[in-house]
């Protein structure tokens, strides 16, 4: 049975996602890209932006689960509300279609992906390109998005229960 998850990584100027299916152990590149929401717009159409922006992607590529990564605490309390209202609203596009969602710290992502858990940037992408050939050398957002799919898929034959919610 081939499963196509929609990976996500949350942000309110850019939101990274990367569809791959995988079928037992094989994992295959079904797309990648960003979403962006307009700096200096209200916070409320910005947001508007991106779950629109995100509902046509889950209609376009009819994903069965999706993952999305945990932010880190920001410094800047501002930031990291804006942040926080970023991420709530790409959980709710999946979930509001009724995927599973699954939730993944950074580090269990990298940890998945790359092997060692606070790998940068560059090694995401890298390793990401070898998992996935046909990715293109997808970078930053989108990389990190296939990335968070990777480690969801990698979860969910370990534990169909790991973090998900409904």
Same mark, same amino acid.
């Given at each position: *049975?081939?499963?196509?998850? %929609? =990976?996500?990584?949350?942000?309110?100027?850019?939101? =990274?996602?990367?569809?791959?299916?995988?079928?037992?152990?094989?994992?295959?590149?079904?797309?990648?890209?960003?979403?962006?929401?307009?700096?200096?717009?209200?916070?409320?159409?910005? %947001?508007?932006?991106?779950?629109?922006?995100?509902?046509?992607?889950?209609?376009?590529?009819?994903?069965?689960?999706?993952?999305?990564?945990?932010?880190?605490?920001? #410094?800047?309390?501002?930031?990291?509300?804006?942040?926080?209202?970023?991420?709530?609203?790409? *959980?709710? &596009?999946?979930?509001?279609? =009724?995927? %599973?969602?699954?939730?993944?710290?950074?580090?269990?992502?990298?940890?998945?992906?790359?092997?060692?858990?606070?790998?940068?940037?560059?090694?995401?992408?890298?390793?990401?390109? #070898?998992?996935?050939?046909?990715?293109?050398?997808?970078?930053?957002? &989108?990389?990190?998005? %296939? &990335?968070?799919?990777?480690?969801?898929?990698?979860?969910?034959?370990?534990?169909?229960?790991?973090? #998900?919610?409904?």
């Amino acid at each position: *049975m081939v499963t196509r998850i %929609l =990976g996500l990584d949350p942000g309110l100027r850019i939101t =990274g996602w990367g569809v791959i299916e995988v079928s037992g152990s094989s994992l295959v590149h079904v797309a990648h890209g960003v979403v962006k929401s307009k700096d200096g717009e209200p916070l409320p159409t910005r %947001l508007a932006s991106l779950y629109t922006q995100l509902v046509d992607l889950i209609q376009e590529y009819s994903p069965h689960e999706a993952a999305v990564e945990e932010t880190f605490v920001n #410094r800047n309390p501002l930031s990291a509300l804006k942040l926080g209202a970023a991420r709530g609203v790409v *959980m709710l &596009a999946p979930a509001q279609a =009724g995927l %599973l969602v699954g939730e993944y710290a950074p580090n269990t992502v990298k940890k998945s992906v790359v092997g060692v858990g606070h790998a940068d940037k560059a090694q995401i992408a890298m390793m990401v390109a #070898r998992l996935l050939p046909k990715s293109g050398g997808a970078l930053n957002d &989108a990389a990190d998005a %296939l &990335a968070v799919a990777i480690c969801h898929a990698h979860h969910r034959r370990q534990d169909p229960g790991v973090r #998900r919610q409904g």
